[in-house]
């Protein structure tokens, strides 16, 4: 099973301020078919899950472009370039190369 | 709209079991499998198995193998999940999700499971 750390398990922002949330996994999530299977959703107050980033860097359809995604082999980074009140919730990343795991979870708060 | 719909919470002792089901809607129900996953109070995520709604495919995480069985009924585009032998830490929310393969995306809303005597 491979094992995902996120830092910092919570996150206390100002609206307009940055936000940066890390990921690391215990092995490299550089698949077989090129492709890195870093993946980050964000769970907000309750709601089911909701996808936010595909393949480390890449937006789902509708997410904001203040959202980025970026790292490679074992180290990643989810960045809010600006925090908005409707950004509160937890993040977690999750990778794929193997049975799928999740980071513990950041939780973002204003 | 592509829509997972859950089944109810429910309420069990320890020992029971529970089948949780997952209704899909506004996509064909067999172009993708539908994973598990559960959430237990204040903690993260924990993907429980998968499985395939166009072969006979099964995966279970090796945690749940032997407790869990994982179905689907094509002619109602709907999946279920038991857990048997529960114990109170199986107290959880429990999501199906169409699985991408590599990512799962939409998640049902989600469905609380208590254990207590």
């Not at chain 1, 959202?67 to 919730?89: C, H, N, P, Q, Y």
């Not at chain 2, 069985?69 to 999700?97: F, G, K, N, P, Q």
Request: net charge neutral.
């Amino acid at each position: 099973e491979i094992v995902m750390t996120q830092t910092p398990l919570s996150l206390s922002v100002t609206p307009g301020q940055p936000a940066s949330i890390s990921c690391k996994s215990g092995q490299s999530l550089l698949h077989s078919d090129g492709r890195t299977h870093l993946y980050w959703y964000v769970q907000k107050p309750g709601q089911p899950p909701q996808f936010l980033i595909y393949e480390v860097s890449n937006r789902f359809l509708g997410v904001p472009d203040r959202f980025s995604g970026s790292g490679s082999g074992t180290d990643f980074t989810l960045k809010i370039s600006r925090v908005e009140a409707e950004d509160v919730g937890v993040y977690f990343c999750m990778q794929s190369v193997q049975p799928y795991t999740f980071g513990q979870g950041t939780k973002l708060e204003i | 709209q592509i829509l997972l719909v859950q089944s109810g919470a429910e309420v069990k002792q320890p020992g029971a079991s529970v089948r949780v089901s997952c209704k899909a809607s506004g996509y064909t129900f067999t172009s993708y499998g539908i994973s598990w996953v559960r959430q237990a109070p204040g903690e993260g995520l924990e993907w429980m198995g998968w499985i395939s709604t166009y072969s006979a495919d099964i995966k279970y995480a090796q945690k749940f193998q032997g407790r869990v069985t994982m179905t689907t009924d094509i002619s109602t585009s709907t999946a279920y999940m038991e857990l048997r032998s529960l114990r109170s830490d199986d107290t959880a929310v429990y999501y199906c999700a169409r699985d991408r393969t590599y990512y799962v995306d939409p998640w049902g809303q989600g469905t609380l499971v208590t254990v207590s005597s």
